[in-house]
T-cell receptor, first 112, second 113 residues
Framework: GQQLNQSPQSMFIQEGEDVSMNCTSSSIFNTWLWYKQDPGEGPVLLIALYKAGELTSNGRLTAQFGITRKDSFLNISASIPSDVGIYFCAGQLWGYGQNFVFGPGTRLSVLP | DVKVTQSSRYLVKRTGEKVFLECVQDMDHENMFWYRQDPGLGLRLIYFSYDVKMKEKGDIPEGYSVSREKKERFSLILESASTNQTSMYLC????????????FGDGTRLSIL
């Protein structure tokens, strides 16, 4: 099936640092979503992107829909301890119906 | 806010048992999905449904079945549970329009002994 790659797989940062992660594929997507999953919980939607080049913010989070339509980026500014969790990207392919393909996730740890 | 409720947070069953996982959403969403989540493998789609009485196989349907008798409820059935079905199971729903995000429940952590 279709695959999404997320980078990095995991990261350890100091509180207050900025974070960048990305999601890439060889396929073209028409929608990108970013989710966060806390331990023992279900994924929660953070940001949805619908147009190539689109830049959308949600508080300290900013995500971009790549110009090539094959990638997306998520940035977190001034990280805090509650940012800890797994961040998933999800993409919707042209002609793939209403389903999404999910990336394997980036695990973020924030050190005090 | 969208609310997707899974009937159990934790469940322990024995090999060979028939297991039912229930999911209810309160937003009148047309689409509902069942995923399993395993370390290093991400979310894998088991079954999905775009309408009542309708079901489609996802990427890993073997050993599972589903039921959607009412719009708000989507049940996942393990016909004869096996230890390799120990996993976190996530239910999601979405509006029937194109591009609409999926909203997830809190998951059921299922252990098969």
């Amino acid at each position: 099936g279709q695959q999404l790659n997320q980078s990095p797989q995991s990261m350890f940062i100091q509180e207050g640092e900025d974070v960048s992660m990305n999601c890439t594929s060889s396929s073209i997507f028409n929608t990108w979503l970013w989710y966060k999953q806390d331990p023992g919980e279900g994924p929660v939607l953070l940001i949805a992107l619908y147009k190539a080049g689109e830049l959308t913010s949600n508080g300290r989070l900013t995500a971009q829909f790549g110009i090539t339509r094959k990638d997306s980026f998520l940035n977190i500014s001034a990280s805090i301890p509650s940012d800890v969790g797994i961040y998933f990207c999800a993409g919707q392919l042209w002609g793939y119906g209403q389903n999404f393909v999910f990336g394997p996730g980036t695990r973020l740890s924030v050190l005090p | 806010d969208v609310k997707v409720t899974q009937s159990s947070r934790y469940l322990v069953k024995r090999t060979g048992e028939k297991v039912f996982l229930e999911c209810v959403q309160d937003m009148d969403h047309e689409n509902m999905f069942w995923y399993r989540q395993d370390p290093g493998l991400g979310l894998r789609l088991i079954y999905f449904s775009y309408d009542v009485k309708m079901k489609e196989k996802g990427d890993i349907p073997e050993g599972y079945s589903v039921s959607r008798e009412k719009k708000e409820r989507f049940s996942l059935i393990l016909e004869s549970a096996s230890t390799n079905q120990t996993s976190m199971y996530l239910c999601a729903s979405s509006n029937g329009q194109f591009n609409q995000p999926q909203h997830f429940g809190d998951g059921t952590r299922l252990s098969i002994l």
